[in-house]
């Protein structure tokens, strides 16, 4: 039988137990949980007669059974572990994820006692991440394909409870693939690493001065032309919208939102050089393939410029299941503020007639926000005040703290650096409600890490700059501000090296991290 006790009861009953610095350093779990009890006893072997009961019939639940078993793999025995329906009575021995009445909508349990694993949530996202826990829990070995499977055994998971939910709703990473352009299964790849630390949200910046990146089928040339190429002067390419839809699929089964980004009115040279109409003066712009910003934008006072957007928005909003579309709006140093403001709110009536909400980067705060907008604070300099009393709910990217494309210190032969240097650590030790004055925890939708691609011509590069401090954002994004503590989580994110290097990842090796 379980020990299975209400939150409450166990955080005040134990008020050490929250980081687990003493004994049990949390078993290196990242992001950290809220409760971290380790149990009497051994722990559960998995063997090669390991199933995986599944109780809820519905898809998502089947689905996250499959994906468990996907993961453990070869690892336990011959064959990966067996997905069965749950029995009326719980049969012991068997690794069991259970829908239960949980209210918080990302939480979940993790129980493992010798004679079972179980996982409950309400919902099946916190399933998701209680199978994600749970990989943690199993040893880094479990990742490396190459790794023969008898070195791998036995496989032992610690005796221990864990009651788990977010701080934020929106955990988010942004992928720049308009500097650079970055494939399917790249994006694929991205996905999975990110879905490891519990990040729930991949922003898509699709469009920029560089490259168009998804095929907009009333306006071909954005991709034959726009897309045909990128930084440094190569072949660019671009999603058809069957690649966009197959990434939302492979995106929505690891509990991820794509929210994708048209940035409007600037960063818009590549539709610019696609249609010579929606030039002011109607002559089509050269493509581009430098890294300036600020010098392209839409012409604002025409018809046209209108009817192509609500184009691309709506062929956009039909293939995407987020409620958000990212209109960009960032950087405009060619127009009066007046006509930015008038095409802003423009822009968001097109958005809210294609049944979407508008996200804007942090310029967009002057024009009248409607509810529910919500606005990506990323200039260091800025205040979301104005942003907040309007209503619109904050994503926190600020650029000196979240910005995976900077560097990490001066030696770094790649990334940007007009924001910060950034170290492990400043990727690390900040509140998101402590930013700027004014935004207090009630007014933050989340978090999320941007990495932008001038300097990035591969996935090699992306994962240097990420890995660790999309990591150390995750756990931002996830653990109670009062759990994380730098001097504790180095050691944690020591522990993930193995893990890192298993999954093939180039990451940057700290030296204020100690790594296994
Ligand atoms: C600023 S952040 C930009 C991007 C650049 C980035 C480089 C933002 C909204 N705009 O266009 O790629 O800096 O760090």
Known sequence: MALVLPLAVMTSAHPGSFGQTAAAPAFDLIPLPRVVEPRQGDGFVLTPQTVIYVQDRSADAQRIGQYLSSVIGIAAGPEPPRVEPARSSPAAGGIHLRLNDMKEPEGYELTVEATAITI????????????????????????????????????????????????????????????HFFSVDEVKRYLDLISIYKLNRLHLHLADDQGWRIEIKSWPNLTRHGGSTEVGGGPGGFYTQAQYSEIIAYARDRFIEIVPEIDMPGHTNAALASYAELNCDGKARPLYTGIEVGFSALCVDKEITYRFIDDVVREIAALTPSRYFHIGGDEVKTLTPEQYVRFIERVQKIVQSHGKQVVGWDEIAPAALAPGTLVQHWRPDGSPTAAVSKGARIVMSVANRAYLDMKYDNSTPIGLNWAANIEVRDSYEWDPADVAPGISESALEGVEAPIWSETLGSMRDVEFMAFPRLVAIAEIGWTREDGRKWEEFRQRLGAHGPRFTALGINFYRAASVPWK
């Not at 919902?123 to 749970?134: I, S």
């Not at 008898?150 to 942004?174: N, Q, S, Y």
Request: hydrophobic share 50%.
């Open 120 to 179: 409950a949530a309400g919902r099946p996202a916190g399933l998701f991440y209680g199978v994600q826990t749970l990989r943690q829990l199993l040893p880094a070995l479990i990742e490396f394909e190459a790794v023969r499977a008898d070195e791998k055994r036995p496989l032992r998971v610690p005796a221990v409870t864990i009651v788990d939910h977010p701080r934020f709703r929106w955990r988010g990473a942004m992928l720049d693939v308009a500097r």
